[in-house]
Nanobody, 125 residues
């Protein structure tokens, strides 16, 4: 199971930190990603991190503003979001998939097999 939290309402330029707690099979040897879906739009990839935690990938729209990290001892993955923009408003989901290798990162929505419930991030202008 995956449990995401940390969403909320923030002004443009502000920051939020999302957390994703994993348990059971989804916690072991899984690459994890954050994906989002804005109202009326398709779900899109935001950031992904390898099981080893030392390889990651970002969508161009969030590069330099978002940072993904993980604490395997706590089975938790984080998404630090800085300099938020109104276009970042969306429901954010964490997702996981058993990894092909310790440094493998999945970079598309279709590749993820386990999904948590979303957490809403609203950025006001």
């Amino acid at each position: 199971q995956l449990q995401a939290c940390g969403g909320g309402l923030v002004q443009a330029g502000g920051s939020l930190r999302l957390s994703c707690a994993a348990s059971g099979r989804t916690a072991s040897s899984s690459a994890v990603g954050w994906l989002r879906q804005a109202l009326g739009k398709e779900r899109e990839f935001v950031a992904g991190i390898s099981w080893s935690g030392d390889n990651w990938y970002y969508a161009d729209s969030v590069k330099g503003r978002f940072a993904i990290s993980r604490d395997n001892a706590r089975d938790t993955v984080f998404l630090q979001m800085n300099n938020l923009k109104p276009e970042d408003t969306a429901v954010y989901y964490c997702a996981a998939r058993s990894t092909l290798g310790p440094r493998y990162v999945y970079t598309s929505v279709a590749e993820y097999t386990y999904w948590g419930q979303g957490t809403l991030v609203t950025v006001s202008s």
